[in-house]
């Protein structure tokens, strides 16, 4: 269809760019993109796992108990 679009006259072309713009935002409005330093605590986090280490119960409950509901 994109391909079939080239020979469309400008403004039925301008016409799709803007709904596909849409088409776009609203698919980009229900992903969530993390920042490079979210990727990081990430990465450190997994790697934490990965060697075996594990928050105690305790640790858990504080950490909950400190985040904003």
Same mark, same amino acid.
């Given at each position: 269809? /994109?391909?079939r679009a080239e020979?469309?006259?400008? @403004?039925?072309?301008?016409?799709?760019a803007?709904? @596909?713009?849409e088409i776009? +935002?609203e698919? #980009? !409005?229900? %992903?969530?993109? @993390? +920042? &490079?330093e979210e990727?990081r605590? /990430?990465? !450190? !986090?997994a790697?934490?796992?990965d060697a075996g280490? #594990?928050a105690t &119960?305790?640790? /858990? %409950?504080? @950490?909950? !108990?400190k985040a904003?509901?």
């Amino acid at each position: 269809m /994109i391909k079939r679009a080239e020979s469309w006259p400008e @403004a039925a072309r301008e016409e799709l760019a803007a709904v @596909a713009r849409e088409i776009e +935002s609203e698919l #980009q !409005a229900n %992903r969530y993109h @993390a +920042s &490079d330093e979210e990727l990081r605590i /990430i990465d !450190a !986090a997994a790697a934490t796992l990965d060697a075996g280490e #594990q928050a105690t &119960d305790d640790e /858990i %409950r504080t @950490a909950f !108990a400190k985040a904003p509901c």
